[in-house]
């Protein structure tokens, strides 16, 4: 079992919590992720690990709720627990040889994007973050991009906060305006990184995308992870997440994972409505 140390909310879909997981805390690495399982019954969900504090053996986890699991974990609170906490699993982000960096983010896509601003600062890497959201409600992790980026412009699609527009309006102004990066990485929805892709290319600016499929063991075993890149089947759970952007088929994993959308949509209905008898 481990417990939930802090619980908080980033905004009304997204949590943030920090587990206590020493054993985790002391391996992962940014662009890695864990499996957990809120109770003995529940599935296995994937969810990246935003952040660590080895001292306190704590691992930090963002998500957000859109079905029964995500919900059945917001239900927790400080002192509770959960049953399983697997990791760290997939390939650490790469870092080699990068001295400038421009990181995309896109909704809670951010809480991955944030820990690989934060490595390559760490390293010295000259970091250029741009984040983008619907809109000002669903804003999160502003102030810690700006801490960990040297230029940060900040997006949404209704112009309440920030800009208004797309993360790819500012990426290629700031390519065409001279900004020579060694690599842009994008995470977020699959047609937000399709879009960065199609952005960078032109340019020829190398381009790593984080991948998010659906994901079963986290060991390569199941194959649900499966995607296409460069021509050959991958796994995200064991040959990345993190593949080159620009072999992607990005068509084909999106097809992929509206697959068990009505399926979703069932069990957060189901989930609302055994909350409700509960309170009641």
């Known amino acids: 079992m481990y417990k939930i140390l ?7 879909t997204v949590t943030l919590m920090e587990i206590e997981a020493p054993l985790v805390a002391n391996k992962a690495q940014a662009g890695q992720f864990i499996i957990l399982r809120v109770d003995e019954d529940g599935e296995r969900i994937p969810l990246t690990v935003a952040g660590c504090d080895r001292a306190r053996g704590a691992v930090t986890i963002i998500f957000q709720i859109v079905g029964g699991t995500t919900m059945a974990l917001n239900a927790k ?5 959960i ?13 080699d040889g990068i001295k400038k960096v421009c990181v995309v983010g896109g909704g809670v896509g951010c809480a991955i994007a944030l820990p690989v601003a934060r490595r390559f600062k760490e390293l010295g890497a000259e970091v250029h973050s741009i984040i983008g959201f619907r809109n000002k409600d669903l804003v999160i992790l502003e102030d810690e991009f700006r801490a960990c980026s040297e230029k940060l412009e900040v997006m949404t699609d209704d112009g309440s906060h920030g800009k208004k527009g797309v ?5 290629k102004e700031w390519i065409e305006s001279g900004e020579n990066y060694d690599e842009v990485i994008a995470i977020g929805p699959l047609i937000m990184m399709k879009f960065v892709v199609a952005t960078t290319k032109p340019f020829n600016v190398p381009t790593t995308v984080s991948m998010n499929p659906i994901m079963i063991d986290g060991t390569g075993m199941c194959g649900g992870c499966r995607l296409t890149v460069g021509g050959k089947t991958k796994f995200a759970c064991v040959d990345g997440p993190d593949f080159n952007g620009f072999e992607v088929d990005f068509d084909e994993a999106m097809a992929r994972s509206s697959a068990y959308a009505d399926f979703e949509r069932h069990e957060r209905e189901r989930g609302c409505n055994l909350f409700k008898k509960e309170a009641n």
């Open 6 to 12: 802090t619980k908080r909310e980033l905004n009304p």
């Open 77 to 81: 609170g400080e002192g509770d627990y």
């Open 83 to 95: 049953e399983d906490f697997v990791g760290p699993l997939g390939v650490a982000t790469k870092t």
């Open 167 to 171: 993360v790819t309006a500012p990426l």
